[in-house]
């Protein structure tokens, strides 16, 4: 039996209750999302059902990312609600591929994790199964673990289990839908491979990755969350006489307000400005901090610092790595007016930490 799966927490008490309800079938765990967006979502969520078809025995395997082409197969559809009609060409794109898979290995029975999700409908995926059956000669398996507390023995289970649990459906459009509210939606926003910034996908990946390897050195851990306040820079602007200024704006820099900014006073390559509490330091100065060789400002925005370097290098002139005035990296200083322009969010978050025992 091929049972698609989209996350673990869908496929961890699905799977359990599935290999006791068919103990003679050879289970095997196919994740299959390409709607998943960004992709490092997709690998975090696939990275943590691995591991729950790991400890239940079953055999797992990753799917292709194909994501242009899901994308082309919901076109038309992306302001349809969750449930909607867009759902169901996702669910038709997934359960297809997956009946597909099955038909190479010789299997014969298809069934979904989607069926333990609260938030999809059985009758659509009920319907498609059907679909599908006729289609590619399958049995569509259509279990209901939902009914008589597997809802609640299912959120018991991934608790226990100490599962990935996500906060959004998958895909670019549900996202949008789910978190339009609110000020920032930090999944669509990433410098990443050139930066992890904190709370992101890519953070919780690495974090997830390291879990793993406490498990597999038999390291007993507990996963808790912390509030924090946390920063994403939208845009940085500088010019002066209209002409724009290569300039690189280091993590925690905020303004309320546009300012025109002149360099009052130096010392050992770094300026402060006379307004806004705005200071300026040398790629000169950022080298030798940092043990770095870079020899302008593209090549720094080409191997960017890591945050860690970003927060020690504002440690080391504000002393304190939390401090929001604004510190902008120049070539060179010049005896001019800056405009500088900062659009920057900084809001509460919270994000998860490890205890280790």
């Known amino acids: 039996m091929i049972a698609h799966l989209c996350c673990s927490v869908d496929a961890g008490y699905f799977l359990k209750r599935l290999k006791e309800e068919y103990p003679d079938e050879k289970i095997t765990g196919y994740f299959y999302d390409p709607n998943i967006h960004p992709y490092s979502e997709f690998k975090l969520r696939s990275l943590d059902t691995k591991r729950i078809c790991e400890k239940l025995g079953v055999e797992y395997v990753e799917g292709d990312y194909n994501y242009e082409e899901w994308l082309r197969a919901v ?54 199964g059907r679909v599908i059956k006729r289609k590619y000669d399958v ?15 299912q959120q018991v289970y991934a608790k226990e289990n100490q599962m990935y649990r996500q906060d959004y459906c998958g895909c670019l459009y549900g996202i949008w839908q789910q978190k339009s509210e609110q000020e920032i939606i930090d999944e669509l926003i990433s410098p990443y491979p050139f930066q992890v910034l904190p709370a992101s996908i890519e953070e919780r990946l690495n974090f997830y990755e390291n879990r793993l390897d406490l498990e597999e050195k038999g390291v007993k851990y507990k996963i808790v969350k912390e509030n924090f306040l946390n920063y994403r820079l939208l845009k940085s ?32 390559d ?29 090549e720094l925005f080409k191997e960017p610092l890591k945050l860690e370097e970003e927060l020690l290098i504002r440690e080391r002139i504000t002393n304190t790595k939390y401090s929001l005035s604004p510190v902008i990296v120049l070539e060179e200083f010049e005896d001019i007016r800056y405009d500088i322009e900062i659009d920057a969010k900084i809001y509460p978050d919270n994000k998860e930490i490890l205890i280790k025992f």
């Open 75 to 128: 076109k038309g559809k992306e302001n349809e609600p969750e449930k909607g009609s867009r759902c169901s060409i996702c669910f038709d794109f997934s359960l297809e591929e997956a009946a597909r898979f099955a038909k190479a290995r010789g299997d014969n029975k298809v069934t979904t994790s989607l069926l333990m999700s609260p938030m999809k409908s059985h009758e659509q995926l009920e319907a498609i």
């Open 139 to 153: 049995e569509f398996i259509a279990v209901d673990y939902r009914k008589k507390g597997g809802t609640q023995a």
């Open 237 to 268: 602007s500088i010019t002066s006489k209209k002409k724009p200024v290569f300039h690189y704006t280091l993590f925690y820099s905020y303004l309320d307000r546009p300012q025109r900014v002149r360099i009052e006073t130096q010392k050992d």
């Open 270 to 298: 770094i300026g402060y400005g006379n307004r806004a509490q705005v200071i300026f330091i040398k790629l000169n100065k950022i080298n030798e901090l940092l043990n770095k060789t870079y020899q302008n400002i593209k």
